[in-house]
């Protein structure tokens, strides 16, 4: 199983949906063990756990999650395809990984270390307890589809919650309610007319109107709604805000949600590079050392019924994961 294809293969075999990953965290645990690496599995929840190997230790972490978005899409090869869920988000990944790590620990570089987490998709509750471990390396390389380049920085993100209230009332009788929905809808086609920050690495500030909800039933006007918008950001998140309260002013209640910042990677020379728009579990593991973003794969199949990842990029991903590591720690 020394294969990255074949071990790529074994890992989407095996169904980890976030919260269900214990059987994927038993096989790589079993793989590592069985090559001479020392393995601590790190209980996340009962069943489930981060699976952290090392050797010496002091150098580079490689790390990536387990666990994949459902439903179970099983793995199949299509002719230069490994397709199936978590195919390039991100167990091919981590098949690529391991397959890296386990090369140059036979070569005798015994400084690299793996850090395999569960949770990523849906809250990320394996790297928040994995940066409580006693991790010594000096860089963290982390894991997600980037097409095999070095992600030069990703954007923030931010929740947004608008809420307008009205009065219910009797359909048939609408003078005497107030309307709650239609203030919303009037407010957000307004939204497009807005110039957000602009970047140079990371390129425009987005904003998505991701749900909107309200009322009871079509013979009650209705007394309240609510629309949820996420922000991906490149720049400072107050400046966004500043312009969303100006917008709103008194039209809509704001209720601020979660905020992850701007993040900007190290990188390194001899390979290309790129922003990201999506977030990764770097913010929550500071303590594994200077971030770098790299992996196989397309963000934009992940999720997808079609999700895969080239063969060719997949072994690729092997020799440029121990070039990574290499060029770190002469450095």
């Known amino acids: 199983m020394s294969d990255v294809v074949a071990l790529a293969a074994e890992l989407l075999a095996i169904e980890s949906p976030t919260g269900g990953e214990g059987k994927a965290v038993d096989f790589v645990s079993r793989w590592l063990v069985g090559r001479g690496w020392n393995v601590t599995v790190q209980e996340v929840t009962p069943g489930r756990g981060n699976v952290w190997a090392s050797r010496a230790g002091g150098g580079v972490t490689l790390s990536t999650h387990l666990d994949t978005v459902p439903p179970y899409v099983g793995p199949k090869l299509v002719g230069d395809k490994l397709m199936g869920r978590g195919s390039c988000d991100a167990k ?3 098949a690529a990984m391991m397959c890296a790590a386990d090369a140059l620990a036979q070569q005798g570089e015994d400084r690299v270390d793996l850090l395999l987490v569960v949770g990523e998709e849906k809250g990320s509750d394996g790297a928040r307890l994995a940066n409580r471990l006693p991790a010594t390396s000096r ?27 009205g009065r219910e009332a009797h359909s048939a ?16 086609p307004t ?22 909800r309200g009322g009871t039933e079509a ?38 949600g979660s905020h992850i910042p701007v993040q900007f990677f190290h990188t390194i020379d001899g390979f290309e590079t790129a922003p990201v728009a999506y977030t990764s579990d770097i913010p929550l593991l500071g303590r594994w050392g200077t971030p770098l973003l790299f992996g196989p794969g397309s963000i934009h199949v992940a999720h997808t019924p079609d999700e895969y990842v080239s063969v060719a990029e997949l072994r690729d991903a092997v020799e440029a994961y121990q070039r990574i590591v290499r060029q770190l720690l002469s450095a």
């Open 139 to 165: 860089f963290l390389v982390n894991g997600e589809p980037t097409e095999n380049k070095l992600a030069v920085g990703c954007k923030g993100s931010l929740r947004v919650m608008l809420k307008t209230r």
């Open 92 to 94: 091919g990944i981590a």
């Open 173 to 188: 009788y609408p003078h005497l309610g107030t309307s709650a929905i239609e203030p919303m809808l009037a407010l957000l």
């Open 191 to 212: 939204l497009r007319e807005l110039e957000w920050p602009r970047d140079e690495r990371l390129g425009e500030t987005t904003v998505n109107i991701g749900t909107i």
């Open 219 to 256: 013979n009650i006007i209705p007394g309240f709604c609510e629309s949820e918008l996420m922000f991906r950001l490149v720049g400072d998140v107050d400046v966004v805000k500043g312009k969303l309260e100006a917008w709103v002013g008194k039209r809509a209640e704001i209720e601020y």
